[in-house]
């Protein structure tokens, strides 16, 4: 069975620019999560997704980031205009209705 | 809200050493909690889980106790081994809020290196 893919695996920008993130889930998989890893951290929550729809988003700043799980499968995570306390492993995780949350490999974001 | 605390790191062990990981937390209710682990390049993976008190988790050598009392889930192993080394994260979920909706709350992790 294939695992959450993410891309890309890394991500240099400049402060201002502009990013997103692409995530994958495991086939069959309604619940999505994207997480916040800053470094010496454990990852934080920005935005819950069951099908196509945002459960929690409360932790998610909205003047700049954005996601979206339009069919209910792919997601896209974006962040527009990026600060340099971006910097941080931005994590997708899905889970089945048992609820055990499945990590993928994580994306990488450098803000210089 | 709610919080999870780990044992600062890094861990530096010997190849067969006893590992103890401490973890404390402050939920409100009875939470499920778990241990999970990031090797190097990779993402977290569930390494164990305890649903209620008194509940042992143990996968791969690794244990932890849901102790309420003390608000505790340590991590222990026998003997480790040089391809334990990762990063380990206690974390605590809250309750199930519907269709396959937990939400996780870690620690900061606890970097652990054996070395042969």
């Known amino acids: 069975e294939a695992g959450v893919a993410q891309s890309p695996r890394y991500k240099i920008i400049e402060k201002r620019q502009s990013v997103a993130f692409w995530c994958n889930p495991i086939?069959?998989?309604?619940?999505l999560y994207w997480y916040q890893q800053i470094l010496g951290q454990g990852p934080k929550l920005l935005i819950q997704f069951q099908n196509n729809g945002v459960v929690d988003d409360s932790q998610l700043p909205k003047d700049r980031f954005s996601a979206e799980r339009l069919k209910g499968v792919d997601s896209t995570l974006k962040i527009q205009p990026a600060k340099l306390e971006d910097s941080a492993v931005y994590l997708c995780?899905?889970?089945?209705?048992?609820?055990?949350?499945?990590f993928g490999p994580g994306t990488r974001l450098t803000v210089t | 809200g709610n919080s999870v605390t780990q044992m600062e790191g890094p861990v530096t062990l010997s190849e067969e050493a006893f590992l103890t990981i401490n973890c404390t937390y402050t939920?409100?209710?009875?939470?499920?909690l778990f241990w999970y682990v990031q090797y190097p390049g990779e993402g977290l993976q569930l390494l164990l889980k305890a649903t209620k008190a008194d509940d042992k988790g143990s996968n791969k050598g690794f244990e932890a106790t849901y102790r309420k009392e003390t608000t505790s889930f340590h991590l222990e192993k026998g003997s480790v081994q040089v391809s334990d080394s990762a990063v380990y994260f206690c974390?605590?979920?809250?309750?199930?809020?519907?269709?396959?909706?937990?939400?996780?709350?870690f620690g900061k992790g606890t970097k652990l290196s054996v070395i042969p």
């Open positions: 974390a605590l979920s809250d309750g199930y809020s519907g269709a396959g909706s937990y939400q996780l709350t």
């Open positions: 995780a899905s889970s089945p209705p048992s609820g055990e949350q499945y």
């Open positions: 086939s069959g998989h309604a619940t």
């Open positions: 939920a409100t209710g009875y939470p499920s």
